[in-house]
């Protein structure tokens, strides 16, 4: 195990044995083989010396426990024992040849490691390479490197460097090659088995991790760069100059930055050339552009990168391409397309093939190569009784020379030490030269560690973009496929067509997150085939009257549909084929898109089809989804945060608290951090004191109340409880458990530790979190010990949808009714600030502190409107929520907007984060273009 994890009480009763390789030692060992590779005779001295300096101490240490051997069994005066003397007499003679001996040997070691040490660079750069491989398990399972086969590529990355440049005269330019060709040869191998998505993480952790090497890496600055600001209290903080679009985040994170050696005085230049700092902040890509002022110069690549990672995360991911271009070079932002018959051309028959499975099945791929090799490739999906077969099989393989394709692995995981046994009895027993095994596997946790160490790994992934998946599915037909429809006309084609669409965009449109679906779902082209067939069924069975509806339900709901789990991805996908399956797309200039850009061809041959996508953008803009830019822009963060996330989960522990705190021990650091937790913890709310001022009052909205102060202190107890065992642990007053193990952990890296979300979700930041928290505690305990508030805050609740719910019980027994009768009517304030709002409502209840995603509020026209750009997250006017008894009759023109707890619109099985359906205005559109917008209020962000 790479990283075993003991229980306390077993580490405390076993000694432990770490036979890890550490990093000098390992250092050590890569110079040795590229001295003996270079230097043969250098090192072959080195090896005799150390024997002779060896064999040199041992004679001398023979000399000295012969001497007191004598001198325990010598009798009488010393003086008359002759064999004594004599022993002494010789002892001395060779002691001191020994002596000389040895020291002519350790100068002469002292000449031969300063020779060596001009290969040290080489030493240290792979081990540094090795331990960027092998960190990567965090991000993957299946990312397992052995020691072994990496040697083998330092091995082989020396010889070829000394085949290519034998010319070279200089061991320092020497080793400078040597370190660029194995780095570049070490990405590349890694891209192999890397999914696309950890192809930059690779580049970046590679990078940092040499500069860190070198001395070249602020750690302070790095530690900023991968946790963002961590803002406790803002009391102390500077006033934001301009708010209307200089966001709360930013604004922490420019005071943050000021904090640190080489940005000091960065938030009054900030201040001072606001004008110009908004200019570059507006520009599409701030990463190309020279920063305001002196920044440009003051600072260097890395320290650039915190100011994008700071004012525009979205460009982050560009901005670190950028980054690793300038300091390393463009190889390793570009990793190599997979090359099947390249992979195989380096195989050998002993080691085996692993596809690492990503939706996308290698078969087709792997038998076409089998065919233009000549090879005899037999395959099998592995599952329940087929283990036999497969055993079979590679026996007779390595035997008589065929390609073995085991599909599948994951769902064998019990048989997989077995065939791991099998592997290691074919590999000894000669196998035929034309024989290969290939594997595919999920990835999955409980893999064999050994079989993925000891196999070639090569990750398939689906095609990005809408015309990479046109082109993919458009190559899986003829000609013969198109006509096959007898209608008379071209109606099949280009309803055929719309469903390609269909495919590719609901593929595509997971990239939004989670204004693309609350659920990414794996449609695949079994839903495709399946919907082709019930079209060309529909086309050919009603010639003049189309039934739209019953063709929209087959293919949104009963093909498609058979994967959806949420009601309103659902909608989505019923508002797509509403758009797509209609008469309209039976006519010329049929578009896709509001612009026109993406259309249905008048050529729908399947030669007019291909042409058209031929000449289609890779670059897939929002408009082709129906969304609007800042959908884009989301998930640019998103995704450079989940990056920065993983980047930070590779640092070795210990290393990210010392780096954000200075000086001092890790457990120092992360004590800071639960004292400075502790100082801004409030205290429990006074429940005895708010049940004794309500005594007798028994209406729901009391109920709530008492039951959310409750669960308020015990999440306040909680945690204060668990700051302290954590204290306790850190100074050895008391044994550290997983559970408080897990929480110093999470404080380490600035997250708030799982255990304590159990009162309510969210993806806040620690700092953020707890200030959040305050504010809730606050708001709690105002309501119980002063008085029913004005305006409510729904997000502060821990669970909302028990307030609404309230209001709805209570307007129901002052009103004699039902609660199933009842319903909300949604009336939107004109106004923002509670301080405007004079008393509460006579019923239901005002609401704030609510966020559109995917929209904002037209505060002149009272409906929703298209998002600025940049603004992903507007502030909703306050609503009330009034209960009625009737239902309003909901048109087109009011769009049925979920109201959710948090960013994570899915929630947890426990714990969906669907609150309610609020209706708005739609603002003079269709309710449909909102749906595919992807809005949603929240009741709280991210930070």
Known sequence: MSNPHFMPEIASSVNLVNFIVKEDGLTAQLLAIVVMKEEPRLEEQKNELVVSLAEGRRRLQDLEDEILRLLTNSQGSLLDDVELITALQESKSIAGEVTRQIEVSEQTMQKIDQARDAYKPCGIRASVLFFVLHDLIVADPMYQFSLDSYVELFVSSIEKTKEDNAMTTSVEEHVQILNSYHTVAVYRNACLGLFEKHKLLLSLHLTTSILQSRGQLNREEYQFLLTGASVADRRNQAQNPDPDWISESVWDSICELSKLQNFQGFQTSYEQSLRDWRKWYATVEPERESLPGEWQTRLDSLQRLLIIRSLRPDRFLPAATRFIAETMDGRFVDSPPLNLEAVFNASKNTIPLIFVLSKVDPTGQLMALASAKNVQAIAVALGQGQSARAEKLIREGARHGFWVFLANCHLALSWLPTMEKIIEEVTESDPHENFRLWLSSEPHPDFPIALLQRSTKITTEPPKGLKSNLQRLLLQHTDEDLNRVKCGDDRY?????????????????????????????????????????????????????????????????????GRVTDDKDLRLLRVYCADFFCPQALQPDFSFSSSGTYYIPEDTTLTGLSNYVRDLSVIDPPEA???????????????????????????????????????????????????????????????????????????PL????????????????????????????????????????????????????????????????????????????????????????????????????????????????????????????????????????????????????????????????????????????????????????????????????????????????????????????????????????GTALLLSKSD
Request: negative net charge; charged residues 25%.
């Open 493 to 561: 084609r280009r309803l055929f067509f719309a469903l390609c669409w269909l495919h590719a965009v609901l593929l595509e449109r997971r990239k939004f997150k989670s204004v693309g679906w609350n659920v990414p779902y794996d449609f695949n082209d079994s839903d495709f085939l399946v919907s082709d067939n019930i079209l060309s069924i529909y086309v050919e069975q009603y010639s003049n009257d189309m039934p739209w509806e019953a063709l929209r339900y087959m293919i949104a709901d009963a093909c498609y549909g």
């Open 625 to 699: 989804f129906s969304q609007h830019v800042n959908a884009e822009i989301s998930s640019q963060i998103a995704d450079a945060e989940s990056l920065l996330s993983t980047l930070l989960l590779l640092q070795p522990p210990g290393t990210t608290v010392q780096s954000a705190g200075g000086a001092g021990k890790p457990e120092d650091q992360v004590y800071r951090i639960c004292e400075t937790v502790e100082q801004e913890w409030p205290a429990d709310i006074d429940y005895p004191l708010i049940v004794a001022r309500g005594e007798g009052d028994v209406s």
């Open 702 to 933: 009391r109920v709530v109340l008492l039951q959310e102060v409750q669960r308020f202190n015990r999440l306040l107890q909680f945690v204060r409880e668990s700051l302290g065992s954590l204290k306790k642990g850190l100074v050895g007053l008391a044994v550290m458990s997983d559970e408080v193990e897990l929480v110093m952990q999470a404080l380490e890296k600035s997250k708030v530790p799982e255990a304590w979300k159990f009162a309510y979700p969210s993806v806040k930041s620690l700092s953020s979190w707890v200030l959040d928290l305050k504010e809730r505690v606050e708001f709690m305990s105002k309501w119980g010990l002063e008085r029913i508030p004005k305006v409510f805050w729904l997000g502060g609740f821990t669970y909302p949808s028990g307030f609404l719910t309230a209001l709805l019980q209570q307007f129901a027994r002052r009103n004699t009714l039902s609660i199933d009768t009842l319903n909300f009517d949604f009336l939107v304030q004109t106004t923002g600030d509670e301080n405007q709002i004079a008393q509460p409502p006579k019923e239901g209840a005002y609401i704030k502190k609510m966020y559109l995603e995917g929209a904002s509020w037209n505060w002149e026209s009272h409906c929703l409107r298209d998002s600025e750009p940049m603004k992903l997250i507007t502030d909703m006017p306050i609503i009330h929520f009034k209960p009625v008894a009737r239902r309003r009759a909901t048109t087109e023109t009011t769009y049925m907007c979920p109201l959710y707890m948090y960013p994570i619109r899915t929630g947890t099985r426990e714990r969906p984060s669907l609150v309610t359906i609020v209706e708005l205005k739609s603002g003079g559109v269709d309710s449909s273009f909102w749906v595919k917008r």
